[in-house]
Structure formats: C-alpha cells, structure tokens
C-alpha cells in the first residue's frame, strides 16, 4: 500500500510538472527554478561616498599638485620645497647625479661614471661628454621610474659651466623638466 501510494505521488507531480506554463515541452524540471528577485539599487546608494578613504598610490596627490612640500627653514640652502630634487656633482675622477624624494635623504634614482657600462664607454669619466652620458642615463631612468619633473638648483658659480650646460641639456632632451609646477592650495 505504500509503494502505491508513493506511485500515485510522483503520477501527480509529474503530471503538474507537465501542465505548468512555466515549462516549455524540451526542457527538464530542473529550469523550472527560478532566481530570486534582485531589488534595484537605489541612486543615492550608488552616489555615495566612503568617508575613511585611503590613498594607495602615494604619488598620486603630489602628480595633481595637490601634496604638501615640506619648507623647512627660509635660511637653508637648497630649499627643501620640492617633490624631488636633482643633485648634479663632479669630482676629481667622477660624475654623479640623483635624484632625491622630498620625505628621504637617500636618492631614489642615480647614475654614475663609476658604473662599469658607463665607464666602459667613455674616454673619461671627468670630462663633458661624460656628463652629458650621465643625463641622458638618468634621463632615461627617472622616465621609467614614472618621474618627469623635478628640481635641479645648481651652485650659482658652477652653472655656467660647459658640463652642467650639457648635462642640463641632455635631462632635457631625454623628457625631464627641471623645474617643479607650484602646488595647488585648495579651500578647506
């Protein structure tokens, strides 16, 4: 009595499963679910701001002019207003640029003669066309390091000279402007 009561059953929910309009002739009863109702979201949900947010990408403000640089004292000398500074030097034996980051004393990008693939090119390591070999590397990594504005404040006495002229040059000619845009003061 019970196997016939269980038949009975399944004749009538497969007869139901038939005769829904739901189910078209050549589908199974597994289409016959359906998914839940999704509600609209509304546009002030979509809109809205989240009020603890983190910048990830800690150039991003300094690109938009919009980060603070650090002033410092107005007696010191170079100024310390600057996202990143380019320091040009020559010694005795050697030509040295790098690029220093406003918040960090330790240059974030350099280039030197005593690099052996620079050395190895040149005839000296002191003379001019060294320093325009020099500005054309940095040049050349300061781009791939995503920087392509700084500021370079050389010492008034050395500016005139053919090197820094030509390393001066070489920075430019690469895409590096030398010279930093001033920063955006919004109101708060």
């Known amino acids: ?41 509304s546009k002030d949900e979509n809109e809205a701001v989240n009020q603890t947010f983190v910048n990830r990408n800690p150039r991003n403000l300094e690109q938009m002019r919009l980060a603070i ?25 050697h030509v040295t640029a790098e690029v ?38 940095l040049a050349h990594r300061c781009k791939q390091a995503g920087i392509t504005r700084m500021v370079y404040r050389a010492i008034p006495w050395t500016y005139r000279s053919d090197a820094v002229q030509t390393f001066r040059t070489a920075m430019k000619e690469g895409g590096i402007t030398l010279s930093e845009p001033r920063r955006k003061y919004t109101g708060s």
């Open 69 to 93: 640089k650090d002033r410092g004292w107005k007696t010191t000398w170079p100024h310390r207003e600057f996202y990143h500074r380019l320091q040009f030097s020559r010694s005795q034996h």
């Open 1 to 41: 009595m019970a196997v016939s009561g269980i038949r009975r059953s399944f004749r009538l929910l497969f007869g139901h499963i038939r005769q829904s309009p739901l189910v078209a002739s050549s589908h199974s009863a597994r289409c016959v679910s359906r998914s839940a109702a999704q509600p609209e979201p």
């Open 100 to 137: 220093f980051s406003g918040s960090s004393t330790v240059p974030v990008v350099s280039c030197s003669t005593k690099e052996w693939a620079i050395k190895k090119e040149l005839p000296s390591t002191r003379c001019v066309a060294a320093c325009q070999a020099v500005g054309e590397v």
